[in-house]
């Protein structure tokens, strides 16, 4: 409320001018689509201090209308770390986007319309040819440009597996008793995780993943919701099926908001940390053994985190 009180008294200040760096396919791109001014400053923060070239990273951020003042001024009030580059906009931006938002039939509980625009990156950045999909509940302990080298050979998104023995694999998240399900996939196929995603946007548009998440997205609603568990991450399971290429685990370390038994080797050498789950870093129920690697990253010299008390 401090934020949008500033960015109402001084409304001169916070008029964001477009840069070309946002559309320069030579930088490093990332989309984070998020609600919580606190948690998108911490992403972007840890991955611009942990980048050996920072001015190279662009942070592209997209929230509703209601926080979107909010993160103009703080994002103007304290631009990231050495020269990295920030666009705000809100999701009502994107007109394309209209109709599924007024879908009445979409659960807002489980899908919120932050969460569905990671099905439609290629359209949101048509100039773009390679993205990295953050969560705004992780945080970023080196130098991301790596993901960037990694071969997707052809494959459209580069995601950490979550399987381990029976566990987390395609049965576990789509209904295998419906035929339509049992029919095109792998009940035994490995999951993997939301969080920290490299996209091909190229190979994307190729394969008309879009289309293709629309189709099974159409099918779950005409067969009254019992295609699959309710959450983004079943129909990206679908949408990127056969089309995703493991990542090593040491890019996305995940569980830290809900497992207390991560070794702190694993936190350490882990390059984005995930506190996936509900005992978020910045809630009173947070696991205490996890939460310093989050708050080391909150920016405490900001006036108006001084001013409203905000202390972990």
């Avoid at 409304?11 to 984070?32: G, N, Q, T, W």
């Avoid at 770390?81 to 659960?107: C, M, Q, T, W």
């Avoid at 789509?174 to 399900?181: E, G």
Wanted: charged share 25%.
């Amino acid at each position: 409320m401090r934020l949008v009180g500033e960015r109402v008294a001084r409304p001169e200040r916070y008029v964001e001018v477009k840069k070309m760096e946002f559309e320069d396919s030579s930088l490093y791109h990332y989309a984070i689509f998020s609600d919580s001014v606190i948690a998108v400053s911490v992403v972007v923060n840890s991955a611009a201090k942990n980048a050996e070239e920072p001015w190279k990273h662009v942070f592209h951020v997209v929230t509703d209308r209601m926080n979107l003042a909010a993160m103009q001024v703080w994002f103007t009030m304290r631009p990231p770390y050495g020269g990295a580059h920030v666009e705000i906009r809100a999701l009502d931006a994107f007109e394309f986007l209209n109709p599924f938002s007024n879908d009445k039939n979409r659960n807002s509980k489980y899908l919120s319309m932050l969460d569905h625009l990671r099905f439609y990156l290629p359209e949101m950045y048509p100039k773009l040819n390679k993205m990295v999909l953050l969560d705004d509940d992780v945080v970023v302990q080196k130098d991301l440009t790596g993901l960037w080298r990694i071969e997707l050979d052809g494959k459209v998104n580069g995601a950490v597996e979550i399987c381990f023995g029976s566990f987390h694999r395609l049965g576990h998240y789509l209904n295998f008793s419906h035929p339509l399900i049992k029919e095109r996939f792998n009940t035994k196929a490995c999951a993997w995780a939301y969080g920290v995603n490299v996209f091909d946007l190229d190979a994307w548009r190729r394969d008309k993943c879009t289309d293709h998440y629309h189709y099974w997205h159409n099918m779950n609603e005409n067969e009254n919701k019992t295609l699959w568990k309710l959450g983004t991450l079943p129909p990206g399971l679908i949408t990127f099926y056969s089309t995703t290429k493991p990542l090593d685990k040491s890019w996305h370390v995940l569980g830290l908001g809900y497992n207390p038994s991560i070794s702190m080797d694993e936190i350490n050498s882990g390059a984005v940390i995930h506190y996936n789950g509900n005992m978020k870093p910045w809630l009173d129920i947070a696991l205490n053994q996890f939460r310093p690697f989050w708050t080391k990253y909150v920016d405490y010299e900001m006036e108006f985190v001084q001013m409203c008390n905000f202390g972990l």
